[in-house]
């Protein structure tokens, strides 16, 4: 699973300049990236390539270029809803056969379509028409490629630098604050949605944020990385068991839940490529 995680090393906004006007017959780019109507603020759709995530636990097919989509509207105070599918290029779009929408209420979900169909249509404009055999509101749509910024330097020195600095072994309660720490990893990467970024900049910001660093900081960071790393992708093995350490921290719930995410999955493996490439470049 983890060298298919691992295969795009780049972030995911190859589309970020498909917002300007697209030659009538050009070759259809790359569509990876967030797409939303700034009509429908509760809906958005996070486009990624099946390489990048995997489609054999949906389809049992291995990847082969193919679009993930996720559609998530949140229709309620407490209901989202999910619309996922694996969509093929087809002509001036790409278009899929197996929709799944699933609501769900607090702890209640319900199949709401399966084998939903549509496709999403590229226009000139680089816009985005969705049409669904399920989703009335499909046509009213016009989905726009949202750029997400990265966290700033301060925000990588506070929420991933400092707490893998801090740690010290052989003390009361290091094997808890190792867990929480390694947790804190995944948390790092869904908090900022760091599939969505564009790697130069998170790049960037994070060689700026070891300036933000004290000697005694960057060397507790070149001490404890690798071991709060390689705990990391363990935990992005398909049949990685979580030890109960992480219990014990209070963590495992939610760490289960990331795991689970797909998009966390492949943002945690491609964060710690960027972190390991900074290494290979001298820096802790």
Known sequence: MFYRLKKA????????GLCGLIPAHAELPDLTGLWE????????????????LWTDERLGEEPD???????????????????RMTAREDGDGISYENGLYVSVTGDESEMLEDMGKGRFTLTERGTLLWQDSYCGSAG??????TS??????????????RPIAALTEGTAGAGLRFAQTVYGVFQFCAEYRLWLVPDDELSANMLDALDLLTEEELAGFDANEPDVSDAALQLLEENAEIDGTYADAGVLEPLQSLREDSAVRFSVADFLSCVMTLGNSEEP
């Open 37 to 52: 109507d700034p009509g429908f603020d509760r809906a958005e759709f996070v486009i990624l390539h099946d390489f990048d």
């Open 148 to 161: 997400l910024p990265a966290p700033s330097a301060e925000e990588v020195a506070e929420n991933y630098y």
């Open 9 to 16: 090393v780049a972030f995911l906004l190859a589309a970020a």
């Open 140 to 145: 009213e749509m016009e989905l726009r490629c």
């Open 65 to 83: 270029g193919s679009y993930v989509i996720t559609m998530t509207w949140s229709s309620g105070a407490d209901t989202v809803d999910t619309y």
